[in-house]
């Protein structure tokens, strides 16, 4: 494990912050009305506004609504949250929401992200080595469970038309804002919050399933929101969901003002891989003797041999995070971790397996996952 202030470092100590006091809104589609009415009921201790499109039969844009939303700041909130009409929270999300805030009072605070994004990744990493936060590293913000600083919600629609082409899509223009004002964000480990599977009213049923990394359990130990954070990072594997190829996010500049950008530019994962003395042979060897044949029988041998790149070289960047090969079985049996590892593969392969078969595709993947990390572990551990 690093420490902290170098890849992990300690959030903001909870008694050091003021008490903090939560708004909300839910920004919805009037044809996702009885969607947001139920989001309301679940979170009736925040008594949610409902924020409906403004120009519901216009070009479909989530912008218009969220800066609608965003600027519903309750009269005395330090804090407001917006949630999409599809979002799905986590027994005592309130609760936990407010807990986070005070531990992390002036970052954005994500509780959601999909399961197959370069930010999904950081959160496995952070499950894996212990950790309560993870950045998010992907070029929009995870909008669907979002909790900001009020005054930054009540700045987000000036900006937006100050800025913001209307086209783009909302987590992209509050991707922007946060980076302007020099603001991070950080996902939720585990996540708070699901997204509900419906037809999509921006054009994105294309992506496939967008579920989360992993949600609490009963069961689970509290979370202490005041616990590590895996911060930026030289490089993130990621399998792409779209692709289906691996590729490896690393991170531009040289100076430290670059480097706060947090711009990732993509290379292939094999290459890499080599570098660190990790072979192709090895690979393609270690890959036929773990993965079950239920799994080749529906799914590719280029899509599987192209995520067990991504698995090994997560292996690579955890073993960099100070955890051993030989610590990782335990690690990936810890309730966290286990949820978060058992979404791996449905969450980078859904756009090519039938949804019926992502549970069983998932569990069946976790025993050639937890193996795949132990690989590249060994080869990690050094500098990237």
Not at 9 to 19: D, I, L
Not at 95 to 115: K, V
Not at 138 to 163: I, S, T
Not at 201 to 209: C, P, V
């Amino acid at each position: 494990m690093t420490e902290p202030g170098n890849a992990q470092t300690k959030a903001g100590k909870a008694e050091s912050a003021p008490q903090v006091h939560l708004s909300a809104a839910v920004m919805a589609h009037p044809s996702r009305a009885r969607a947001a009415r139920r989001l309301r009921a679940e979170l009736a201790e925040l008594a949610p506004a409902v924020v409906f499109d403004p120009d519901p039969q216009g070009p479909p844009s989530a912008l218009r609504t969220a800066r609608r939303a965003w600027n519903t700041v309750a009269p005395g909130a330090t804090h407001h949250l917006v949630l999409q009409d599809d979002a799905v929270p986590s027994a005592g999300f309130a609760a936990q929401a407010a807990a986070a805030a005070q531990a992390r009072p002036d970052d954005g605070l994500a509780f959601f992200t999909e399961w197959g994004s370069r930010t999904a990744h950081m959160v496995r990493i952070a499950a894996l080595t212990g950790a309560s936060w993870a950045r998010a590293v992907d070029e929009y913000v995870p909008a669907p469970a979002l909790l900001l600083p009020a005054h930054l919600a009540r700045g987000f629609d000036d900006y937006a038309e100050l800025k913001a082409d209307p086209a783009t899509p909302d987590d992209v223009v509050l991707d922007d804002y946060l980076r302007e004002l020099g603001v991070r964000t950080y996902v939720s480990v585990p996540n708070l919050a699901d997204h509900l599977e419906t037809p999509s009213l921006t054009g994105n049923d294309h992506m496939g399933a967008r579920r989360c990394v992993c949600l609490p359990a009963e069961g689970d130990s509290p979370v202490d929101w005041t616990g590590p954070t895996v911060e930026a990072l030289p490089m993130v594997p990621q399998f792409s969901w779209w692709e289906g190829l691996s590729c490896i996010r690393v991170r531009d500049g040289d100076s430290d003002r670059d480097r706060d950008r947090d711009r990732y530019r993509k290379e292939w994962t094999a290459p890499i891989l080599a570098a660190r003395g990790l072979t192709a042979a090895e690979l393609d060897a270690a890959c036929r003797a773990a993965v079950p044949a239920a799994v080749r029988e529906i799914v590719s041998e280029m899509l599987i041999a192209q995520w067990w790149l991504t698995a090994c070289a997560l292996g690579v960047v955890v073993a960099d995070l100070g955890l051993p090969a030989e610590r990782i079985p335990d690690a990936a049996r810890q309730p966290v971790a286990a949820r978060a590892l058992a979404t791996m593969f449905p969450g980078g392969v859904r756009r090519f397996l039938p949804v019926r078969q992502f549970e069983r595709a998932g569990e069946l993947m976790v025993e050639p996952l937890v193996a795949a990390l132990c690989l590249g572990a060994r080869y990690g551990g050094g500098s990237p």
